[in-house]
């Protein structure tokens, strides 16, 4: 097999040729440069955390991905949920920049707004578009794709022509795709539909017929481990003695918390306990097929003779907690564990069994991508930075950034849940704050926040738009599991300069995204870096500094 492709390839190289010497094609160069270009694969995982153990089952992930390339060990979202995390993916902007705020159409999730304005400036559209990729999607897009008041799922994302897209939210059984545009329904036959195993077969079925004149990006979004939590019938009983880590802020009352998580009942109750053991273990029975998954398609490009010529990302849309401060099962919140994700590359000029403790966010993956593509990134206006100089070994040449920008916008309404009357107004009922009363998300639970890991400094800075104005701030080497708020007891100086960083991270956009952080030698609190004078926040910015 590997000879036929060989033999194919060098007829393609020799077709160009000709093509060229006949006038088809301005410069043969070019079309050597695009033949010869890498291919990019990048698998998206649902819910992944990486701060409790959610990549210890998925050993052969590690080995063929991160023990054959580079692990990210400070890898952050811009947004700690599934839609705001994922436009963020494919902008390379914080959600302040693309608008979307939570998983619903209301919150520009895969909004007529959102196809307008942003789809067309995805990096998989610039690919396509800009650097002659072939491009291929199969999986969960954005949680509201599909919706009929956003054009169904004949609505292709991205100018995609080859498409298999799920509608909504993610599912194991009976769900609808979207194929190229058409609606295909499956049902609960697990040889032919668990989903994760249909995108697999998808995905190498596109990497069996793909055209080998063009270089190609593949995008597969999985699943797992996100709920139903549904995992294939020869993993149902795998892991039958795991439980959720119980490391120090497990069933803790978060004490100088925000409200939030001080509502949370603690103790929690055994049968919430009991709950989320069995979540966290399903999860993990999830993430087999997902490691198999990997397996097949890292297999696939061996035997083709493409696998030194691809890069493969694998990396997750957000965390997850199961039980930490006694908050049972979820993410949205501003923690380690709900905002840290895992990052595994290989590909060509990446040394084998590498680690690099650099902050990179999720931002970070479309100008890293379009790097690899030989696109500059600047006309793109992304707020993120191309890491690919950190995985080419080049990292001692480049100035990094020091800080990452974190927002949320909470969720719930005026007249509460009414499962739960004490809590009041303001609670999410789309949560049911479930089990025992613990609500995962509020109307004030909107916040904004600076991660910062620079040399002596490795700290968070959060500010909820509430009417307390309420602060935490975390020193993550002496606290790592964020126990305590140092807010009131931290040196002012600092305080003050971490409030001004916020304001200019939260109203910036491209190149002012990167300006120096707090803990950098270059910085200046300096009111030429805020881009829009008008936000609220910027205009709250430039009256402190005159």
């Known amino acids: 097999k590997k000879k036929m492709i060989s033999i194919r390839l060098w007829l393609t190289a020799l077709l160009n040729y000709l093509l ?81 705020v939570n998983n619903t159409l209301e919150g520009n999730c895969s909004s007529p707004a959102w196809q307008k304005r942003h789809e ?72 032919k539909d668990y989903l994760t195993d249909v995108l697999a077969n998808a995905s190498l079925n596109f990497l069996e017929y793909k055209s080998s004149s063009r270089p190609f990006f593949l995008m597969i979004s999985t699943p797992a481990p996100h709920s139903p939590w549904t995992a294939a019938p020869q993993y149902e009983k795998s892991f039958a003695d795991v439980r959720a880590p119980r490391e120090a802020n497990f069933d803790v009352h978060g004490k100088g918390k925000h409200w939030l998580i001080r509502q949370a009942r603690t103790p929690m109750s055994n049968s919430s306990v009991q709950f989320l053991d069995d979540v966290y273990r399903r999860r993990w029975q999830t993430l087999l097929s997902v490691d198999d998954l990997v397996e097949k398609l890292v297999q696939h490009l061996d035997t083709s003779g493409e696998l030194q010529n691809t890069y493969i990302f694998f990396t997750s849309d957000n965390g997850y907690h199961t039980g930490q401060f006694s908050l049972p099962v979820d993410k949205r919140q501003l923690y380690e564990f709900d905002i ?16 690099c403790q650099m902050l990179v966010a999720n931002i970070d993956l479309g100008p890293t991508i379009m790097d690899i593509a030989g696109h500059s990134v600047n006309p793109t206006q992304m707020d993120g930075m191309s890491f690919l100089p950190l995985m080419s070994g080049q990292g001692n040449n480049v100035t990094w950034r020091t800080d990452v920008l974190l927002e949320y916008n909470g969720e719930g309404g005026d007249d509460g849940d009414p499962s739960c009357p004490v809590l009041g107004p303001g609670v999410s009922r789309s949560k049911q704050c479930f089990p025992d009363c613990v609500c995962e998300d509020a109307s004030n639970n909107t916040y904004t926040c600076v991660r910062t890991l620079a040399r002596g400094a490795n700290l968070q800075y959060c500010e909820f738009e509430d009417s307390e104005l309420f602060v935490e701030v975390y020193n993550l080497t002496a606290d790592p599991f964020q126990l305590i708020n140092i807010a009131k007891t931290i040196d002012q100086e600092v305080l003050e300069k971490m409030n001004r960083r916020t304001i200019m991270l939260q109203t910036c956009s491209g190149l002012s995204c990167r300006t120096p952080g707090v803990f950098e030698p270059r910085y200046r609190s300096d009111a030429r870096f805020v881009l829009n004078s008008n936000h609220p926040r910027a205009r709250e910015l430039l009256k402190s500094l005159k």
């Not at 840290?340 to 680690?355: A, D, E, S």
């Open 120 to 191: 067309p400036n995805t990096f998989p559209a610039l690919l396509s578009r800009h650097a002659q990729y072939q491009t291929f999607f199969a999986g969960k897009y954005l949680n509201e794709y599909g919706n009929s008041e956003a054009g169904g799922i004949e609505c292709l994302p991205m100018a995609q022509k080859k498409w298999i897209d799920m509608e909504k939210n993610s599912k194991y059984y009976n769900y609808t795709l979207s194929v190229n545009g058409k609606a295909r329904k499956h049902g609960e036959n697990y040889s």
């Open 20 to 100: 060229v010497s006949a006038g088809w094609f301005p410069t043969y160069s070019r079309v050597e440069a695009t033949f010869h270009r890498p291919n990019i694969v990048l698998i998206l995982a649902d819910d992944l955390d990486v701060a409790i153990g959610g990549m210890i089952p998925l050993k052969k992930t590690k080995k063929l991905i991160g023990e054959a390339g580079i692990s990210f060990t400070n890898a952050y979202v811009a947004s700690p949920l599934c839609c705001p995390s994922r436009a963020s993916i494919l902008t390379g902007k914080y959600p302040h920049n693309h608008m979307v």
């Open 340 to 355: 840290k994700v895992p990052l595994l590359v290989r590909g060509p000029g990446i040394k084998p069994n590498q680690t």
